[in-house]
């Protein structure tokens, strides 16, 4: 006579339950592993459970599906009674507390089995039948943003690496995040024993069943309690937990009082009564007396313990007390035995879903803790940008001021060097924070119109007095110059000049070559290929990986020599998979230069952006003669700004360049100023206290002054142009603002100004 009960599993966890079956010594269960993936068929027929089992089925009495995803077409599993299949795909829930696993499930998580990462790519290519970037796209629109390892922790040691190893794979495979969360076999154990013992009842024999029969009481409670228990089994809140507990002992047990008390170390955290009600009570002594039974129940290993005409329920685990639940004044003290038999196994489910819930609100309040970390480090971030950009745009505006013909040639180098420096600093300080905001996870796609051809030349020009000064030949090639995009324009310009900036560093002869290619071109999108070569002094094949690693180059030396931080290509690779390419690829050799390219998807646009245009501010002429002296005309401008150094720069530079300044330290200041006086041009800081410049601009053009505003800012031009279009500003600059490059910004909108109210009159 038949005398086993199977549990049947997929691969994927078929190692989990064999060990648990081991651990537990369960002679009279086995586990069988399906012999194809349920991923791959979610089909059972006669002819699977033939194949499955073969001329062995019948030395099983009963056979347990666990795998619920598998459907029944044939009816192969409804029409035989020995076998059982769940109603619906639990798997993940053996591993952990149900309403944790919801939880991932709706934060965008995907979960596998250590089991099934093991087999990842055979699974995915294989079974599923995808390619990479079909993968890709399935979770992308999926809404998948993370892949979640629920770690059974049954690797053995020289195996632990190779888990490691295979899940930092396949998130580089997928381009997706991948954690381990550790989940143990325990509430495994636990499901799969209580559906052991079910089957062992059944298999009761007549004596037994009529020794019990006398308790039909206790069976309907039994139906009851498991009904319940999986409710408390899902909860992820103690005292949510503690409500069902009550609940339930009240409707099996029909006491007149009963208690609840949540226990942690040597306090009671509270106490919750049979109405549901909560006191807190860690300071209060009348309590003493349960601690002293939790203490005992615990050293003594018992769940159940008689008192009076009821009994208390210790809920805990090895080295945990949890809960102790005081049932008193039993109506039916008579099955008393019955009722703890019950408590103790409803109290072994409690405790797994209250040390889970323990554990869930640990984990929420780091992750609440993190969230505020990172909005903290967001606005430090956005703060120690403008703090850190400020004095030093002013350090390089005064060595332009001060790098006059009257000074002495020795001055003049040191100022020079003085400038460079500052350039250079600034570029470090640029790169720091941007690699920063990438690990925040603090960067955003901006889609906006904006012009291949522009954004090309923009870059070009923006390293073009770097390579002047090293004598390297620059070039740029737009075969469709005039062909508008929707995309990040500030993020492609950032990549480019990253790129652009490099060749020019290690070359010292030659030319810099950058290109832009359309490889694509279907319907509403286009494929383009920007690349960067150089002649400079090239990349060894065997250090091509490493400069795309943040804080690395290819030569320690070279950090000595050539300068910078090692993020510039980090920061650029992560800006281009941020706009939805793969990687940027490289192709170098020692002594003859290299050739950085990538490949990104543009929606196409109809027309150029009504942004406010951003100005080039790098332009830097020493000793200008003022417009006076060329008899130019001279303009009244405004610069309101609430950094004095900086007010102080700009009312120099535009002195010096012969026309008239007014200054103003906020934007209430200016809009006094502006309410007795007419300027000809506004030149206004974006970021101020109380009153910014965007919004001091809004309440300029409210009144209905149409003069010329030219906004500057220490931050980078991310967004701006956009937002200063909004506000009626005519144009950006971005600081350090050069000397020249003021001087022509003066010219091009304080004298546009005069020619359309010339024009009007």
Sequence with gaps: MAQKLAFVICPNLIRELEIIISKNSWRDAEAVCLSTSCFKKCSIEEKDIKSLFGENIDKYDKIEFLCGCFRDPSHAVKN?????????????????????????????????TPGWLADWEKNIESVWGFTKPSARSFFRESNIKKIMLLDTCIALPAETADTETKLYELSKYLGLKCESVPVGLDYFGTVLEAKLNSWRLEKSDENHKKQIGELNRKLSYNLSAFEFTSEIACAVDEKNIAQKIIYLFDSLFAPCDIFYYSLEGAVINWVM??????????????????????????????????????????????????????????????????????????????????????????????????????????????????ELRTPISSIIGFCD?????????????????????????????????????????????????????????????????????????????????????????????????????????????????????????????????????????????????????????????????????????????????????????????????????????????????????????SASIPAQRSI?????????????????????????????????????????????????????????????????GLETSTAIRGRNIITPIIAVSATTIERCAEKCSAAGIDAFVQKPVGFQSLKDIIQKYAAGRKKNAADLS
């Design 273 to 386: 009564t049979r109405n549901r009600q909560i006191t807190q009570c860690e300071k209060d002594r009348q309590f003493k007396g349960i601690l002293e039974s939790a203490d005992k129940m615990a050293a003594d290993g018992m769940t159940c313990l008689p008192c009076g005409e009821g009994f208390k329920v210790f809920i805990g685990a090895p080295g945990e007390k949890q809960g102790l639940a005081v049932i008193e004044n039993l109506k039916f003290p008579r099955y008393i035995n019955n009722y703890m038999e019950l408590a103790e196994s409803v109290a072994d489910i409690s405790s797994i879903a209250i040390s889970n819930a323990r554990k869930y609100e640990k984990i929420e309040a780091a992750v609440e803790e993190a969230r505020k970390a990172s909005s903290v480090k967001s606005s430090f971030l956005a703060n120690m940008s403008h």
């Design 401 to 617: 001021l001060a790098h006059s013909k009257e000074a002495s040639a020795e001055t003049r180098e040191f100022i020079g060097y003085i400038k460079t420096s500052s350039r250079i600093l600034l570029s470090l300080v640029n790169n720091i924070l941007d690699f920063s905001k990438i690990e925040a996870g603090g960067l955003e796609i901006e889609n906006a119109d904006f012009s291949l051809g522009d954004t090309v030349r923009q870059a070009a020009g923006m390293v073009k007095v770097q390579a002047d000064a090293k004598k390297v030949n620059l070039e740029h090639c737009v075969p469709e110059p005039d062909r508008m995009l929707t995309g990040d324009a500030f993020k492609l310009r950032q990549v480019l000049l990253n790129l652009l900036s490099n060749a020019v560093k290690f070359s010292d002869r030659g030319t810099v070559f950058i290109e832009a290619r359309t490889v694509k071109d279907e319907g509403e999108s286009v494929q383009i290929t920007f690349s960067v070569k150089d002649e400079g002094i090239g990349i060894e094949e065997s250090k091509k990986d490493i400069i795309f690693k943040p804080f690395s180059q290819a030569d320690g030396s070279v950090s000595r020599k050539f300068g910078g931080t090692g993020l510039g290509l980090s920061i650029s690779e992560s800006f281009v998979k941020l706009m939805g390419g793969r990687e940027i690829c490289v192709e170098s050799s020692p002594g003859r230069g290299s050739r950085f390219y990538f490949t990104l998807e543009f929606k196409k646009a109809q027309k150029k952006p009504a942004a406010a245009k951003i100005e080039d501010a």
């Design 628 to 692: 006076m002296d060329q008899g130019g005309e001279k303009y009244k401008i405004l610069v309101v700004d609430d950094n004095l150094i900086n007010l102080e720069l700009m009312k120099r530079i535009i002195d010096k360049s012969g026309h008239v300044s007014s200054g103003a330290d906020s934007g209430e200041a200016a809009l006094r100023l502006l309410e007795g006086d007419a300027f000809d041009l506004i030149i206004m800081d974006l970021q101020m206290p109380v009153m910014d």
């Design 80 to 112: 035989n009674g020995r076998i059982k299949k769940s109603s619906e795909p639990i798997c993940f829930n053996f591993l952990t507390n149900p309403g944790i696993i919801k939880s991932f499930a709706d934060r965008g998580c995907y979960m596998i």
